[in-house]
């Protein structure tokens, strides 16, 4: 990260900010429309990062307590909740659902191993338990499903069971996000050895291919079985993609060579992050053929994860006050739309 720039992010804050946006074939200047951002800063934590995002506004992440101590969390209007540890002394999520379900992980008592849990606002933080050498949640659907790694493998996790999901000729699977028609995404090492993003139906994992290059990861899934995620390109830069109807297709980046794609929704709008010309990671949102630059609200660097229904995106602003401070915000294009947290 860069210097600092001296600007105080208050809690409950409402920045209203101009926003770029280019289109990525051909690359050329479109609208500035405005982005209104809400700022999640809980008090007692001096670190955070927010990942996902449901509709009723609920964003989930982690944040460093005042023990130093990494801890899942769930905010929400006016609600900090610290979700706890499975006996360990650190945690993080990964996403949550509609039902205001959590996936994550967590150390265990020994202190050492960490497994993935479910966290269910009644029945609160459930070991699911592992199929090797320690696991992590890192997807979840409204079903209750979870996916994600355990030891050097991918795995779902229904009702109790978790099971291993194949791979596509290589150990090293991640396993990274689930719709609720239990459709699966995340990457797998191939017989050639090369890491490839992939698609799981019904038993099968389908090799998503790339954008010309050798490696490609797929990070988030929508009901109408859209898939993004990023790939190398056959330069060697690395790009965002969205795979539909068998076809990859290239998003572009913000002006640097390098995009990645962390989040849909089922409108299709879809959000991560890019180098800019000037060699800064900015928080996107793509829609209708635009990567439209969401700013950093005068900080340094931004990173988009999650994005709703409404379009609301969580995700973090850097160097507001220090370069080593991630702050949890969520972008809205509707003013008023939100309450703060």
Not at 44 to 62: E, H, M, Y
Not at 216 to 243: E, M
Request: charge should be negative; include cysteine.
């Amino acid at each position: 990260m860069r210097c600092a720039k001296r600007a105080r992010l208050f809690l409950a804050a409402l920045i209203l900010l101009p926003s770029g946006a280019v289109r990525t074939e051909p690359r050329e200047a479109a609208a500035h429309p405005q982005f209104h951002i809400i700022a999640l800063n809980p008090m007692g934590a001096s670190s955070r990062a927010a990942v996902s995002i449901n509709s009723r506004d609920q964003v989930v992440g982690t944040y460093s307590v005042p023990t130093s101590d990494a801890h899942a969390v769930l905010a929400q209007p006016g609600k900090f909740k610290d979700l706890g540890t499975l006996g360990g002394k650190e945690s993080n999520a990964n996403a949550i659902n509609e039902l205001g379900q959590v996936a994550g992980s967590s150390i265990l008592s020994d202190g050492h191993n960490g497994h993935a849990f479910l966290w269910d606002p009644g029945r609160g933080m459930m070991d699911l338990g592992a199929l090797g050498n320690g696991s992590e949640g890192l997807g979840l659907n409204n079903l209750g499903d979870v996916v994600g790694r355990t030891g050097s493998r991918g795995f779902i996790w229904i009702n109790g069971f978790m099971m291993d999901i194949g791979d596509l000729g290589g150990q090293g699977v991640s396993a990274q996000a689930i719709n609720d028609k239990r459709e699966i995404v995340g990457t797998s090492p191939t017989a050639h050895g090369d890491s490839h993003a992939f698609l799981w139906k019904d038993g099968q994992m389908t090799d998503l291919g790339t954008l010309g290059g050798s490696s490609s990861g797929a990070s988030a899934i929508n009901l109408k079985s859209q898939v993004v995620g990023s790939s190398t390109t056959a330069s060697g830069d690395q790009h965002a993609f969205l795979w539909e109807n068998g076809h990859m297709s290239d998003l572009g980046t913000l002006g640097g060579r390098s995009s990645n794609a962390q989040g849909i929704n089922d409108a299709g709008r879809i959000c991560g992050f890019s180098l800019t010309a000037t060699g800064q990671f900015h928080a996107f949102i793509w829609e209708n053929g635009l990567m439209t630059d969401l700013g950093t609200a005068e900080g340094d660097e931004s990173e988009a994860y999650g994005i709703n229904a409404s379009g609301h995106i969580a995700g973090n602003i850097s160097g507001l006050p220090d370069a080593f401070t991630f702050h949890p915000v969520i972008w809205s294009a509707a003013k008023g739309s939100l309450s703060a947290f």
